[in-house]
């Protein structure tokens, strides 16, 4: 049987809801990351993801809502790279330290979330939904690594005078500091393996072998 009219080849494949909105999804996340929340616009997104502006805005209501959907996009892809980091790692003293690791080394992730955590915090200098997203969100990545740190402490990998609440916020700390070493260029450098060095002694009572 012969194809439509104007139409060659095997038909275009559509896709499910759910894959579609992946896909806009992670295209939003680069446009956003090389733009802005208020310069990057709707039809530019639209057209990175290969669809119209009506399909978008059937899967978000607004700029804010996807831009806010691109944290917790790439939130979740950092969970997942965490728990495989922790879960590969036998020696509960270096489960934090393989989670900096993945995350320093995850390329692209590292890049937009970078990119993004910075654009949030300036701008919820100025937009108060985006401000009480980043708190949430900011406290819900601080949870994650406080539970790890409470079950390294429990496994015996840290050292038990350390507060896992405290240390915790250091982390994500650092995290920022490398946000804006990569947005600067060479800010920290080479001094980040000193602060880790200095992180897991402080943590576990070992010399980092």
Known sequence: MGTASGETGTPKRRLAAAERRATILEC?????????????????????????EPILYRHFASKRDLYL?????????????????VASEPDPARWLWRMAM???????????????WLQALAEASED??????????LQEVHRYVAGVHRRAQAAGGVV???????????????GLLRAADDCLGDLVGESFLVVSASRYEWLTGRKMG
């Open 28 to 52: 939003a996340c680069r446009e956003f990351a090389d733009g802005s929340f208020r310069g990057t616009t709707i039809a530019e997104i639209a057209g990175a993801a290969g669809v119209t």
């Open 160 to 174: 038990p005078e350390r507060n896992p609440e405290a240390e915790a916020w250091v982390f994500l700390a650092i």
């Open 102 to 116: 993945a995350y320093r080394n995850s390329g692209e992730l590292r890049d937009v979330i970078s990119t993004l």
């Open 128 to 137: 108060p939904e985006i401000r009480a997203f980043m708190k949430c969100h």
């Open 69 to 85: 959907a691109c944290f917790d996009a790439t939130w979740a892809r950092v969970r997942e790279l965490w728990d495989e980091a």
